[in-house]
């Protein structure tokens, strides 16, 4: 076998920055934001419930005090300010209404704006503007300060204009209102000018942002709402948030990996790379190395985490890398003379059973030439990246034509049916139990074998036997198990616990990450006809139909795990995702019906990659494609022969189809 690594230099040039139509940077979950929201305002109402005799007094005292320190400083334009703006009806309803409604409006505004387009700096906005609010809202409960407008010598405009939902009038008599330092208004239209700054340098949106302060600055003083001292304090706050945000931010670099990828890199240990991908046989005319470096480039952007690394050992977090190291990432390999499928299986297992380097983007692949008259694209990208259903969408960005799979189009349960799916499913896992028998663990050598079927003929062996092909296909694993190796077979009692990943991916979710659930599932692993345990598969595979079970493992994952420090996630997860809860694992993807091309060479064959978990002997992973069905199976080396299996799982399957459909798969 041997290896070459071309190094082409790129010349990549940078289009002009605008917003991207599509968000290299995953969102936050809306309804986690908006439960935060709804916290931070909670704290307000807190802090606003601090009422008594004793508290007026204080803020009366401190605003005489502040009162004395702006006239001893020359700073008292309040009262000028105030006595004019009265003086003019019209523009004081109007300076009233700007005063209630431009500062949210505006805050409002820029938050959905980064949320829908530049989801890293709503971020670095969102963090800033909670840290700008928590500092004011400490001082609204340990300085109480009465405003202008209550002090003698001012007017109320609000009280004399009538302005409806302003503080003072009757629609919000009940806030808080002895909280003018700092002012929140002057401070949320701070921190708007700054986040706009960072988001762009468009001179007409400076302009506007700087008539916007000042238009504030005017009003809250000239309203007798707050004071000169009071804006400064606002200045104040927004510089301690903004700066807190980015040391914070140089503390903990890119953005943080939900918890349910990050899953996948406390589980990986030394020999077990929890490695997903595909493997892609290419007919004539086969490409070339630059073109496949060229196909991939092109994609790079529209590949979540491709040119993202992890910042440190064990960090789970993106952060952007350097550029891309192509003979590394994609490498040109050339099997022996006379070299067959066999041999290709055997390539394979070795390149993806290899620990993906964390110092640069966690991705690689392999253009693999003597595979008598084809060429194997292999790619393999960390399980952080993507479950298995994310790595084919991801395998579709790189073809021809465009595609994208087919999402549910159906809604999605409502808010209270997840949850009380997720209480149901808790408390289903919570009866499935353990395995009768933790199987013996071998070692980290893989074996790997595939096989291909007509998919047309599997459906009709499958409802011939009145079953759906993810049922025979746990059929066919358990039986094959038992042909193969009867040991091992018996020494799981008879019934192999599998766990089967289940699809939760909502209509209009992206391609990024893990969006899957997992059932367990005891299959019988008899040496019978498949016919014998029909009734018996079907009746335990109902749980896959009732998604009760996936979404509790799915809420465990992503929302119970991120209140557990990251030492008791670890333990979570080498303690559960392995063989003290299951021995196998199978999965049944879906995929386009369509032919395509990679880089100009049709693609004839398509076949998932899976890891198995850390001493787990057995994973099988099926894929249709284009009227097949590819199916891979990735043993421990040690425990279970990956191509003896292979062989009685197809013999097994192939049982039910008829002497033509044999013919066709030969």
Same mark, same amino acid.
């Given at each position: 076998?041997?290896?070459?690594?071309?190094?082409?230099?790129?010349?990549?040039?940078?289009?002009?920055?605008?917003?991207?139509?599509?968000?290299?940077?995953?969102?936050?979950?809306? /309804?986690?934001?908006?439960?935060? +929201?709804?916290?931070?305002?909670?704290?307000?109402?807190?802090?606003?419930?601090?009422?008594?005799?004793?508290?007026?007094?204080?803020?009366?005292?401190?605003?005489?005090?502040?009162?004395?320190?702006?006239?001893?400083?020359?700073?008292?334009?309040?009262?000028?300010?105030?006595?004019?703006?009265?003086?003019?009806?019209?523009?004081?309803?109007?300076?009233?209404?700007?005063?209630?409604?431009?500062?949210?409006?505006?805050?409002?505004?820029?938050?959905?704006?980064?949320?829908?387009?530049?989801?890293?700096?709503?971020?670095?906005?969102?963090?800033?503007?909670? =840290?700008?609010?928590?500092?004011?809202?400490?001082?609204?409960?340990?300085?109480? $300060?009465?405003?202008?407008?209550?002090?003698?010598?001012?007017?109320?405009?609000?009280?004399?204009?009538?302005?409806?939902?302003?503080? +003072?009038?009757?629609? =919000?008599?009940?806030?808080?209102? /002895?909280?003018?330092?700092?002012?929140?208004?002057?401070?949320?239209?701070?921190?708007?000018?700054?986040?706009?700054?960072?988001?762009? !340098?468009?001179?007409?949106?400076?302009?506007?942002?700087?008539?916007?302060?000042?238009?504030?600055?005017?009003?809250?003083?000239?309203?007798?709402?707050?004071?000169?001292?009071?804006?400064? +304090?606002?200045?104040?706050?927004?510089?301690?948030?903004?700066?807190?945000?980015?040391?914070?931010?140089?503390?903990?670099?890119?953005?943080?990996?939900?918890?349910?990828?990050?899953?996948?890199?406390?589980?990986?240990?030394?020999? !077990?790379?929890?490695?997903?991908?595909?493997?892609? /046989?290419?007919?004539?005319?086969?490409?070339?190395?630059?073109?496949?470096?060229?196909?991939?480039?092109?994609?790079?952007?529209?590949?979540?985490?491709?040119?993202?690394?992890?910042?440190?050992?064990?960090?789970?977090?993106?952060?952007?890398?350097?550029?891309?190291?192509?003979?590394?990432?994609?490498? #040109?390999?050339?099997?022996?003379?006379?070299?067959?499928?066999?041999?290709?299986?055997?390539?394979?297992?070795?390149?993806?059973?290899?620990?993906?380097?964390?110092?640069?983007?966690?991705?690689?692949?392999?253009?693999?030439?003597?595979?008598?008259?084809?060429?194997?694209?292999?790619?393999?990208?960390? !399980?952080?990246?993507?479950?298995?259903?994310?790595?084919?969408?991801?395998?579709?960005?790189?073809?021809?034509?465009?595609? #994208?799979?087919?999402?549910?189009?159906?809604?999605?349960?409502?808010?209270?049916?997840?949850?009380?799916?997720?209480?149901?499913?808790?408390?289903?896992?919570?009866?499935?139990?353990?395995?009768?028998?933790?199987?013996?663990?071998?070692?980290?050598?893989?074996?790997?074998?595939?096989? #291909?079927?007509?998919?047309?003929?599997?459906?009709?062996?499958?409802?011939?036997?009145?079953?759906?092909?993810?049922?025979?296909?746990?059929?066919?694993?358990?039986?094959?198990?038992?042909?193969?190796?009867?040991?091992?077979?018996?020494?799981?009692?008879?019934?192999?616990? =599998?766990?089967?990943?289940?699809?939760?991916?909502?209509?209009?979710?992206?391609? +990024?990450?893990?969006?899957?659930?997992?059932?367990?599932?005891?299959?019988?692993?008899?040496?019978?006809?498949?016919?014998?345990?029909?009734?018996?598969?079907?009746?335990?595979?109902?749980?896959?139909?009732?998604?009760?079970?996936?979404?509790?493992?799915?809420?465990?994952?992503?929302?119970? $795990?991120?209140?557990?420090?990251?030492?008791?996630?670890?333990?979570?997860?080498?303690?559960?995702?392995?063989?003290?809860?299951?021995?196998?694992?199978?999965?049944?993807?879906?995929?386009?019906?369509?032919?395509?091309?990679?880089?100009?060479?049709?693609?004839?064959?398509?076949?998932?990659?899976?890891?198995?978990?850390?001493?787990?002997?057995?994973? %099988?992973?099926?894929?249709?494609?284009?009227?097949?069905?590819?199916?891979?199976?990735?043993?421990?080396?040690? %425990?279970?022969?990956?191509?003896?299996?292979?062989?009685?799982? #197809?013999?097994?399957?192939?049982?039910?189809?008829?002497?033509?459909?044999?013919?066709? !798969?030969?």
């Amino acid at each position: 076998m041997s290896a070459t690594h071309p190094h082409h230099h790129l010349d990549l040039h940078l289009p002009s920055l605008r917003l991207p139509a599509v968000p290299r940077v995953p969102r936050p979950r809306l /309804l986690t934001e908006l439960v935060g +929201g709804l916290a931070l305002f909670g704290i307000y109402l807190l802090v606003d419930a601090l009422s008594g005799p004793s508290r007026s007094t204080a803020a009366r005292s401190h605003a005489t005090g502040v009162i004395q320190l702006e006239q001893w400083a020359h700073l008292d334009v309040e009262s000028s300010l105030n006595a004019w703006l009265a003086g003019h009806p019209a523009l004081m309803t109007a300076a009233n209404y700007e005063y209630a409604t431009t500062y949210i409006a505006s805050a409002a505004l820029l938050l959905v704006i980064t949320y829908v387009w530049t989801p890293d700096l709503y971020r670095q906005a969102r963090n800033s503007f909670v =840290v700008l609010n928590l500092l004011a809202f400490a001082c609204f409960a340990f300085y109480p $300060l009465m405003p202008p407008r209550m002090m003698p010598g001012f007017i109320d405009t609000v009280a004399d204009g009538g302005t409806v939902g302003s503080w +003072g009038s009757p629609v =919000v008599a009940s806030a808080n209102q /002895l909280a003018a330092m700092p002012s929140l208004h002057m401070a949320w239209a701070l921190w708007v000018s700054v986040m706009l700054a960072r988001m762009s !340098h468009a001179r007409w949106l400076q302009v506007v942002s700087a008539i916007h302060v000042a238009l504030t600055l005017y009003v809250v003083l000239a309203t007798a709402n707050h004071y000169v001292v009071d804006v400064l +304090g606002a200045a104040v706050v927004v510089v301690a948030a903004v700066a807190v945000t980015e040391w914070w931010g140089r503390r903990h670099p890119g953005v943080a990996l939900p918890t349910s990828d990050a899953f996948f890199l406390d589980v990986e240990t030394p020999g !077990h790379a929890q490695n997903v991908g595909g493997l892609a /046989l290419l007919g004539a005319p086969a490409p070339s190395y630059a073109q496949l470096r060229d196909t991939l480039a092109e994609q790079l952007d529209k590949l979540p985490h491709f040119t993202d690394r992890l910042p440190a050992p064990g960090s789970p977090r993106w952060v952007a890398a350097d550029p891309i190291d192509w003979p590394h990432h994609l490498t #040109e390999l050339s099997l022996p003379d006379g070299a067959g499928l066999s041999e290709l299986d055997e390539l394979v297992g070795q390149l993806t059973a290899q620990e993906l380097p964390r110092d640069r983007p966690l991705w690689r692949a392999w253009l693999i030439r003597g595979v008598g008259d084809e060429v194997a694209f292999c790619i393999v990208m960390h !399980h952080c990246m993507a479950d298995g259903i994310g790595a084919v969408a991801k395998l579709l960005h790189l073809l021809e034509p465009p595609y #994208e799979l087919p999402l549910p189009d159906r809604a999605g349960p409502s808010v209270l049916q997840r949850g009380a799916g997720v209480i149901q499913g808790l408390a289903q896992l919570a009866t499935d139990g353990k395995p009768a028998a933790v199987l013996p663990t071998g070692s980290s050598r893989r074996g790997f074998a595939t096989f #291909e079927m007509p998919l047309d003929a599997v459906r009709d062996a499958a409802r011939a036997r009145r079953m759906r092909v993810t049922e025979l296909l746990l059929a066919a694993t358990g039986s094959a198990l038992a042909t193969v190796d009867p040991d091992l077979a018996h020494g799981c009692a008879d019934r192999l616990r =599998v766990s089967v990943p289940v699809m939760l991916r909502s209509p209009g979710s992206d391609d +990024g990450g893990n969006l899957t659930g997992a059932v367990i599932l005891d299959v019988p692993a008899r040496d019978a006809p498949l016919a014998d345990i029909r009734d018996e598969v079907c009746g335990l595979s109902s749980a896959l139909r009732t998604p009760t079970r996936a979404l509790a493992s799915r809420w465990v994952m992503a929302t119970a $795990l991120r209140a557990v420090p990251h030492g008791g996630r670890r333990w979570f997860a080498r303690t559960v995702y392995g063989p003290k809860y299951f021995q196998a694992i199978v999965s049944n993807m879906p995929g386009p019906a369509e032919r395509f091309t990679l880089a100009g060479s049709p693609v004839e064959r398509v076949h998932p990659i899976l890891p198995p978990a850390p001493g787990i002997p057995l994973t %099988v992973g099926a894929l249709s494609w284009a009227g097949t069905l590819g199916i891979t199976v990735v043993a421990d080396a040690e %425990v279970l022969d990956a191509q003896a299996y292979a062989a009685a799982l #197809e013999r097994l399957l192939l049982a039910d189809l008829s002497p033509a459909d044999n013919r066709l !798969h030969q």
